[in-house]
Structure formats: C-alpha cells, structure tokens
C-alpha cells in the first residue's frame, strides 16, 4: 500500500494507524455502533479507515490473481513453443524451420512470458466489480529474465477516494521458481539435423528410413542426458483438427498427381474462419493435380500420394508439475523442427524393354525427385559426363518412362535430382 508521496500523505499514514486501533476500541466498547464511533474518533478518520479497507481488498484480490496465473501463464508459454516467429506446423511453433532458427533468448523469453501472462491477467481485472481496474498491456509487465521475477504495474496507482484523498499502488512481482534455460533444446536440434539431414524421406512409400533414425536419435540422448535436462519425446497433434489440417495440407502440397491421401474425418463446424479460407486454397491445390482425398481403410485405383514432409514435432518434459485451474499438469516445451535435406533421392529402377528395343526407367520412390539426369555413352565405352538429357518427374510412382535408345548400342546412367539440389549417382550421393 503506498499513500500519495507528500507531507499529508505521511501524516495520513500515522492517522490510518491511529484510527484504526481507536476505531476498533470503540466500536467494541460501545457495543458496536457506528454513530458513536464516528464522533469519537471523526468522520474524516473514520472514512480514511473504510478507504483503506477498500484499497487492502483490492490489492488481496490483484495478489490473488497473480498467483493464480502465475503457473497459468507459464504453462501456456511453453506448451505454444514460445509462439516462436519461425511459423506453425498444426499446434507446434518451429524453432527451427527450412530457412532459419528461432531459439529462445532472454529478450523472446520476457517478451513472450510477459504477453501471454497480459492475456491471463485482463479478465481477472474486469472482473472485479467495486473500482475499475483498467486492463494491462505489455507496457505494464516486465520479466527480468537473471531474478526470473515478473513485475507487474510498476508505476500505476488507483485512486480509491478523492476525499479523502487516498490512492495505492498497484505494483507488486512475483518469483518463478524455474530453469529459463534451453541451450540443451538448442543444442539437441543443431545435433539431429546435422546426423539426419542425410537421410532421404520416405515415410509413406517403402520405408521410414528419415523417422526411424530421428527416433533413434531422440532414444539416444533420452539415454545419456543430464538429471537436470528435460526428457525430449516425440509428439503429434493433440487435437483431431491440427491433424486432419496437417494431412490436407501436406496432400495438396505433394508433388504427385492422380493419387489419393487417406485422412480423418472430423466435425467441420468447429473449423475457424481462418482455417476453412486454407482449406479452400488447399481444394484448389487438390483439383488441380486431380488428388483425392479419401477414409482411412477405402480402397481406390489410384496410387497413394507420396508426402514430402520433413518437419518433426517434441515434447520436452522438464520433470515440473503444477496445478492449472484444479488439475496437475507438467510443463512441456512444444517445438516443431525442419530437417534440412541433403539426402538424394532413392535410384530409379532402369530395366530394359526388348520388345520395344528401348530403357524403360520406373519412378523413384522418393517424393521430391524434380527430374531424372539421363547420362549417355556408347557401348563398350565410358559413359559421356559431360552432358545430360534431362526428363521431368512423373506424376506418380506409376508412371514409367521409356528413354528412345537402343540397349544393344548405348549403355545410360539415370540419376535423380530433387529440388534441393542433391542428386543420386551410382557411386553415392551429392550435390548436382
């Protein structure tokens, strides 16, 4: 509680104090009522006493809500992965994505904390029905970051009454009792993509070769992490609609065509304007490449679509349990992370048609092959690498090429190369 900063408000400090003892003394001795009191002790003394009741229930009930969104809070910060300014994939934040990282730092830390315990504490504000506590902004939350203290209202007062004249402060902190510290996050994402990025995605079509080495990363530092550092998992989408929009996301962007993708169905009356405008420019997507999507389980003539999709989403459990609105939650760090392709697309199969006396190259099962390098030599001679024929990817695995050369009198090399620039030789991979 802090009187207006002058020579009255001092002395109305010791008033406060002396009027309260001697209000509580009489209003005892005189059985309570309040007429006798008041002339006891003044009106003016006695009206400074209620003020200052008023002002003491104002500051109990803003300590409360503190309190109460303290965890609140902090919960929603980690479980939004920071609301990190690399985008989204479903309900998960990157922290690293396909062109840059967004890993925490003191200033996106105080930042971030400080807005969403802003839209934590507002409703708490207005709720409050004997004076009108104006809602906060950023402006008035501070996080520092070294005391891991939040400060609230550092320079707002509320006037109680105006005669007497008597105001409060508004200002008050709290303490996290909390490791801000995510080096170990950081440090886990640079070390994953650096051993994966070689790996070539193919999770939908013959194999998970990409998923099992990230899972067998993350079983691996599970193993030899610290007591102190956080147990990383990996996670999906909590909600039935960040899934169903992640796989119709993911099916419009596949480079095939003609094919299907299997997904759930979900209530569509709960999608939010924002969502079915993506939707919309998704069908677009989907008409356009002649894609279907169908249920799970439905057979169909058409080829599955291949997804092209290297983004990975965890959780990391950093062992710390609090109550959230009467129930016990953990604190997770959601995080979502690209990993960055330098992998080269699986060979094609190269086969020979006798019949037709030509190559005929099937399709790579990998999903971003942009084209096919044909290298040609003559019999009995070295392969001439000077020069290529380039042929486009087919729309689908399916599709077989026939490459117009005699198998008698030239001998080929097909090499893949996908859009990132990596390419996939006989002798290994590389760039193109």
């Known amino acids: 509680m802090r009187l207006i900063k002058n020579r009255k408000g001092v002395l109305s400090f010791f008033l406060v104090v002396m009027a309260t003892f001697l209000f509580a003394y009489a209003y005892f001795k005189l059985g309570g009522a309040i007429g006798p009191v008041t002339k006891l002790v003044g009106s003016n003394e006695f009206d400074l006493v209620q003020q200052y009741e008023k002002g003491e229930a104002v500051r109990m009930y803003i300590d409360l809500a503190l309190q109460n969104n303290k965890w609140n809070a902090l919960f929603l910060f980690e479980e939004n992965g920071h609301f990190a300014d690399c985008g989204q994939n479903g309900e998960f934040y990157y922290w690293k994505n396909r062109n840059s990282t967004c890993y925490p730092d003191s200033n996106s830390i105080s930042k971030g904390l400080s807005n969403i315990f802003v839209r934590q504490m507002n409703p708490f504000l207005s709720n409050y029905k004997e004076f009108e506590i104006k809602n906060i902004t950023i402006a008035d939350v501070e996080f520092d970051l070294g005391s891991k203290k939040l400060i609230t209202f550092p320079f707002k007062t509320l006037k109680i009454s105006e005669k007497p004249r008597y105001e409060i402060s508004l200002g008050s902190s709290i303490v996290y009792d909390y490791d801000f510290d995510y080096d170990v996050i950081e440090r886990f994402i640079a070390n994953l993509s650096s051993e994966c990025k070689e790996k070539e995605d193919m999770n939908v079509i013959d194999g998970t070769q990409l998923t099992d080495y990230v899972s067998s ?83 169909s003539q058409l080829q599955e679509c291949r997804l092209n999709d290297r983004t990975f989403k965890f959780c990391a459990d950093w062992n710390k349990t609090v109550i959230i609105d009467g129930r016990t939650e953990k604190i997770k760090t959601k995080f979502a992370v690209y990993i960055d392709d330098e992998s080269a697309p699986a060979m094609p199969n190269v086969l020979i048609d006798s019949k037709v006396k030509k190559y005929k190259i099937e399709a790579s099962v990998s999903p971003d092959v942009k084209e096919y390098r044909v290298y040609i030599g003559k019999t009995k001679l070295p392969i001439d690498r000077s020069h290529y024929v380039t042929i486009p990817r087919r729309k689908n695995i399916k599709d077989s090429i026939y490459f117009d050369r005699d198998p008698s009198q030239y001998n080929i090399e097909v090499v893949p190369a996908d859009f990132d620039g990596n390419c996939r030789y006989k002798l290994g991979a590389s760039t193109c």
């Open 217 to 299: 990363f993350v079983n691996k530092y599970n193993q030899q992490r610290q007591a102190n550092q956080p147990e990383i998992l990996m996670c999906e989408n909590a909600t039935p609609i960040d899934s169903y929009l992640e796989t119709y996301r993911l099916c419009a962007e596949s480079l095939d065509k003609d094919c299907y993708c299997s997904i759930n169905a979900i209530n569509k009356s709960k999608l939010t304007s924002e969502q079915n405008s993506k939707i919309i420019n998704w069908d677009n997507e989907l008409q356009a490449g002649n894609k279907y999507l169908v249920k799970p389980g439905m057979t």
